[in-house]
């Protein structure tokens, strides 16, 4: 079974900073990878994924990850934040194609200071 | 993307009730998952709601603690039965998306309290 590791529990940034998420996963075949994001009181959005490919992926709100093989890790980035981006963020990694059930991280909360 | 009603929100429940979570999508799925999402942990895969047959249950939960209803390709219901403060916890409808490149989308949760 896989399994998703999300390195930080709590990140406190002011606006304008740079934001990294790490994410490892443990699986040794094909894996599909993904970030959401949950706003407060609201519902998870997918933020981008990875099937195959250009291994940096962007995303929506200026957000990119890049997945590295050799590392199984797939971080998240966001060159300069903003208040709005405040938010819990989750990794997820699925086994294939046909594969629907993923499994996720603990999620990181971000809270970003204006 | 598909447009996932789940009802309630939220609820306050006592100790040895059970409460029957809706979910209701805007077009027809062919896959339909429940999660549960405890108190500062991650999102875990409770069951895969199928349609014309019973749920598939993961490991550690089992169809009498969370029977699971699946009467058509837009909805199902998840039970949380005989209650106890540890099934407090926000729980979460998600179906496919419309191509397979799109996976997941996600109700907005139902917030269980039990006391």
């Known amino acids: 079974a896989q399994s998703v590791s999300q390195h930080n529990h709590h990140v406190i940034l002011s606006e304008a900073a740079s934001l990294e998420l790490g994410c490892n996963y443990s699986?040794?075949?094909?894996?599909?990878l993904f970030w959401y994001v949950q706003y407060p009181g609201q519902h998870l959005q997918l933020l981008l994924k990875?099937?195959?490919?250009?291994?940096l992926v962007k995303g929506i709100k200026g957000f990119e990850a890049e997945f590295i093989k050799s590392k199984f890790s797939f971080n998240l980035r966001k060159p300069s934040v903003q208040w709005s981006d405040t938010a819990e963020y989750f990794c997820?990694?699925?086994?294939?194609?046909?594969?629907?059930?993923?499994?996720f991280g603990a999620g990181t909360t971000v809270t970003v200071r204006a | 993307s598909a447009v996932i009603s789940q009802k309630p929100s939220r609820d306050i429940c006592q100790r040895g009730t059970s409460l029957t979570i809706q979910c209701q999508v805007d077009?027809?799925?062919?896959?339909m998952f429940w999660y549960r999402q405890q108190p500062g942990q991650s999102l875990t895969l409770i069951a895969t709601a199928n349609q014309g047959s019973e749920a598939t249950y993961e490991s550690g939960f089992v169809i009498d603690k969370f029977p699971i209803s699946r009467p058509n390709l837009t909805f199902s219901t998840l039970t949380v039965s005989n209650m106890s403060p540890e099934d407090s916890s926000i729980y979460l409808c998600?179906?496919?998306?419309?191509?397979?490149?799109?996976?997941?989308?996600f109700g907005s949760g139902t917030q269980l309290s039990v006391l």
């Open positions: 077009s027809q799925v062919t896959m």
């Open positions: 699986y040794g075949g094909t894996v599909n």
């Open positions: 998600s179906v496919e998306g419309t191509d397979k490149n799109e996976k997941l989308f």
């Open positions: 990875y099937f195959s490919g250009d291994p």
């Open positions: 997820a990694v699925n086994a294939g194609f046909n594969d629907y059930k993923l499994s």
